[in-house]
């Protein structure tokens, strides 16, 4: 009894299992069926349920399966999130990924010059690594790195600005990070060590002058000024102020002194820059300084313009204050000439032979303490000078065929007039870096004389260009 009531109940369950098995089948071919409904073209002229499932077994094997659903992976960073602001110089890499939970975006620039080009990339994907491995620590998975660049060109050096872009969660951050290359050499430059600390005064007052109103002085050291880029027109600096990223371009002319490295080769290691021998050249040259005022004026307006000048110091002046101490190393550190007007300007021809000597011995002794060197040319003070003079100088005599009269007129459009008038190929120009008025005139002097197509050089320059041979104790008026 038991056994037959097991074995019928048995009997049903599977008799009800099938029929749910069937049931089963049927819906789900009808799920296909209805799913097929809308695009199925044999389906349109079925009639029955034998013919769509006929037409539906017809589409089973003329249709392959679909694919599983492909979404495309969108590029995690889109090209969009470069800037388009920034300029470059020639081809230009980009690289979109995914790696260590951050979606990045790379560019790099591509150089002609494989070397710097290598290194170039180098720099960017070993940029890119530290990033990575930085944010690859972030709590906030939602990572985002876009590493962007400038760049530029001045002579041999290729410069490139990369700014990064980091963004973890909600907060953002930008970075920037200098690479300077010298083609030449086929070597990287340490951009951190471009400049001297004294640049950073000038930059910082060049930066101040450019700013938007209302931002105040910027501090003249090397953190706000340490994002730079080297172009042809000289380095451009960007710094913020007023809460926003602004720049200036500072031209090399006024930095060289301060650069480690010498920008487009003008200098030689003997002071005497690359010019033009086939161009006119006309030397100023500024009597009885230093002033700790005026000669650090016109030393600005010297380097604005990429113009040199001779400075006929004098000794006892020189050591009057701190303060004009200071004005002749800075004379000395800038590449312009610093040579002697003799200890305390006494006329040399009437002074016992003694004398003459202490005059000449004491100012060189001076300018060397300060600056390091002797100088390089003896003007005797009102262009007084005897054998004796000429015997113990021990440099050049140097004096001058344009008189600027600047002590005279006191008026620096006169001045200005008059040497305009005078001036010519290989000429010296006498002045006063002491007096306002001709510092003012000098000023003016500078751009007109190189709008005329003078190139502004020192005594050094002048003669060695124009192949004048130096003796000392021999007495030179001009280069002709
Ligand atoms: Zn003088």
């Keep these: 009894m038991k056994r037959t009531k097991k074995t019928k109940s048995i009997l049903r369950r599977l008799l009800l299992g099938s029929c749910g098995v069937l049931m089963l089948l049927l819906t789900f071919f009808l799920i296909n069926y209805i799913g097929k409904l809308s695009d199925t073209k044999a389906y349109a ?24 659903t492909m979404t495309p992976t969108p590029l995690p960073v889109p090209k969009a ?17 995914y790696d260590s939970g951050v979606a990045y975006g790379l560019r790099y620039p591509i150089y002609e010059d494989a070397i710097c080009s290598s290194a170039v990339k180098k720099a960017a994907e ?10 690859s620590g972030a709590s906030d998975k939602d990572c985002k790195l876009v590493i962007d660049y400038e760049d530029g060109t001045a002579g041999e050096l290729v410069s490139v600005l990369f700014r990064i872009e980091k963004r973890v969660g909600n907060a953002a951050r930008t970075e920037k990070k200098q690479w300077i290359f010298n083609k030449k050499k086929g070597e990287l430059v340490d951009a951190e060590t471009l400049f001297a600390d004294p640049a950073y005064a000038y930059i910082a007052e060049q930066a101040s002058a450019a700013a938007a109103e209302g931002a105040g002085t910027l501090p003249g050291d090397r953190e706000t000024f340490s994002s730079f880029l080297l172009t042809a027109d000289g380095a451009e600096f960007y710094y913020e102020a007023d809460g926003k990223e602004q720049s200036v371009t500072v031209p090399y002319a006024a ?64 050591f009057f204050t701190e303060a004009n101490k200071e004005t002749l190393r800075q004379l000395a550190a800038s590449g312009n000439e610093v040579a002697s007007h003799t200890y305390s300007h006494k006329d040399l021809a009437s002074l016992s032979q003694e004398d003459m000597i202490a005059e000449i011995t004491k100012a060189a002794a001076n300018i060397y303490a300060l600056t390091g060197e002797y100088p390089t040319f003896v003007r005797p003070p009102y262009g007084s000078y005897n054998d004796t003079v000429k015997q113990y100088a021990n440099a050049p005599l140097v004096t001058w065929n344009v008189d600027s009269e ?39 002097l500078i751009p007109e004389l190189m709008e005329r197509g003078y190139q502004i050089v020192t005594l050094r320059e002048l003669f060695y260009y124009k192949g004048v041979e130096l003796e000392n104790g021999k007495v030179y008026h001009g280069a002709y």
Excluded: C
């Excluded at 349920?49 to 694919?67: G, I, R, S």
């Excluded at 999130?81 to 990924?97: M, P, R």
């Excluded at 070993?126 to 944010?135: Q, T």
């Excluded at 005022?293 to 307006?301: D, E, F, G, M």
């Design 45 to 68: 002229n079925a009639g029955s349920v034998d013919t769509a499932l006929e037409a539906w077994q017809e589409m089973k094997v003329t249709e392959a399966p679909n694919p599983p």
């Design 81 to 97: 999130e470069f800037s388009k602001e920034y300029e470059h110089l020639g081809e230009t890499e980009e690289v979109f990924a």
């Design 126 to 135: 070993e940029l890119l690594a530290a990033e990575l491995l930085e944010l």
């Design 255 to 318: 930095l060289h002194t301060y650069m480690s490295v010498t920008v487009n080769g003008n200098v030689t290691a003997d002071g005497i820059r690359k010019l033009d021998p086939e161009k006119p050249m006309i030397a100023l040259t500024f009597d009885d300084g230093p002033h700790y005022i005026n000669t650090p004026r016109l030393l600005k307006a010297l380097e604005k313009n990429g113009a040199r000048a001779t400075f006929f110091i004098l000794g006892d002046r020189s």
């Design 406 to 444: 600047d002590w005279k007129s006191r008026d620096a459009d006169t001045i200005v007039a008059h040497v305009l008038e005078e001036a010519r190929d290989g000429r010296i120009v006498l002045m006063h870096d002491i007096h306002t008025f001709s510092v003012e005139a000098a000023e003016r």
